[in-house]
Structures are given as structure tokens and as C-alpha cells.
């Protein structure tokens, strides 16, 4: 039997769920499909590029969704995404004021050494999509994970966990750096909005962890 595992995005869905949509969670985890992982791949790689110029300049990332737009080849699947990009990206363009990169410079979430934390036996897979660095200093202060199904929203308080695990994340992989949970931030693409980690979290990371310990056992039932 695998271990269990879930999606930090997931799991934040999971911590706000009605009982029937934590089921279904945990049975698309188990059997995850390729296609979904592969969604948004264009407005992800477009919206780090742009970030990671501190997002002083848009005429590049709105060159990209211009393109995106009219660009033509590939199967549905491949065109229907490349419209749904465009469009996130437009999404996060409206979002991003709320974003602030002052004294930071941003490297891309793929140059992190690790991609999981596990809590209560279920491996949460991270994937920050940008690190923040202080740009004096070089230490790690915090991230930018990115949220882009229109079908599946975060919710403010689902976000507020999401952010939560990426700061404890952070904290627990950049021993020699400062976090700021101001800086730890979650951008619900479909819906533009910005939330960072609470600074208090120690009640939100015990519901984590009871969260964990639920698809832990949910996942052993379902063989």
C-alpha cells in the first residue's frame, strides 16, 4: 500500500471540506490524474518569470498571455489550457498589488532541496513556487505559493492553513533563516486574492496534524 500523501493545496481544501468532498480528496489523491497535475503549466512558469524580475516590468508577462491567446496547435486539452493560463495570468496581475517584494529578490520554488514535509504519517508534497530571499542577507524569509482551479477556490480560511504549513515548511528546511509570516504568502489566482501566514499558528498546525492523522487513517481503510 503507498504511503499516504496529499498536495498542501489539497490539504488546505480538505481542512474547510464538506465530508463528501473530503472523500472524494483523498480518492483523487490516491489515484491522482496526470492531465490536472499538467494544468496551468504556461501561467506558472510566466507569473515566477515575473516575480522573479520583482515586478517592475509587465510588458514581457503580458507579451506571454497575448501569445497564449492566439497561439493555435496541440490537442483541445493542450489549447483549452493555454487559454485558461492566459486567463490566470490576467487574474494574477490584478492580485499582485498585494504582493510585497520590497528588499527581496525571488528564485524560482524548484532550486528548494526538498519538496515534502510529513505530518502525522502523510506526505504533503510543498512545491513553493517562488522563495523570497532578503536581498542583503541572502537568508530565506518566505514564499509565494500559487493556487489556480476556478473549479476549487481556496477560501480565505483554507489559504490561512495553506500558508500556515508553507511557513512551518520554511522553518523547518531554513534552519539558518529568519521566516516572516508576512512574507509566507498563498495567491488564490481565480478569485485574486493574496493571504499570508497568521502569526500565530499553533492552533492552525493541530488542525493540520488531526487533518493528517484523518486521511492517514482514511487512506489505510481504503486499501
Given at each position: ?8 493545496n ?34 506558472r ?76 504519517g ?22 509565494v ?11 480565505p ?18 534552519k ?5 509570516h ?42
Amino acid at each position: 500500500m503507498s504511503k499516504p500523501r496529499i498536495s498542501v493545496n489539497k490539504l488546505g481544501e480538505y481542512l474547510t471540506a464538506t465530508p463528501s468532498r473530503r472523500k472524494r480528496i483523498i480518492e483523487d489523491q490516491q489515484q491522482p490524474k496526470t492531465f490536472i497535475a499538467a494544468r496551468y503549466s504556461d501561467a506558472r512558469k510566466e507569473i515566477v518569470e515575473y516575480l522573479s524580475t520583482g515586478m517592475n516590468d509587465e510588458s514581457k508577462i503580458l507579451s506571454a498571455t497575448a501569445e497564449l491567446r492566439i497561439s493555435n496547435g496541440g490537442s483541445e486539452f493542450v489549447e483549452q489550457d493555454r487559454q485558461a493560463s492566459a486567463s490566470a495570468i490576467e487574474d494574477f496581475l490584478e492580485a499582485s498589488g498585494d504582493l510585497d517584494l520590497e528588499g527581496l529578490f525571488v528564485e524560482s520554488g524548484e532550486s528548494t532541496s526538498s519538496n515534502n514535509m510529513e505530518v502525522a504519517g502523510v506526505d504533503i508534497s510543498m512545491r513553493p513556487d517562488a522563495v523570497l530571499k532578503d536581498q542583503e542577507s541572502g537568508q530565506v524569509v518566505g514564499c509565494v505559493k500559487l493556487h489556480f482551479p476556478k473549479t476549487s477556490p481556496l477560501t480565505p480560511q483554507a489559504a490561512e492553513y495553506v500558508a500556515t504549513a508553507m511557513r512551518v515548511y520554511l522553518e523547518s528546511t531554513e534552519k539558518n533563516s529568519a521566516i516572516d509570516h508576512s512574507k509566507c504568502y498563498v495567491v488564490d489566482v481565480p478569485t485574486q486574492r493574496v493571504v499570508i501566514a497568521p502569526k500565530s499558528f499553533k492552533r492552525k498546525m493541530h488542525d493540520i496534524e488531526a487533518a493528517c492523522e484523518e486521511i492517514d487513517a482514511r487512506w489505510k481503510n481504503k486499501g
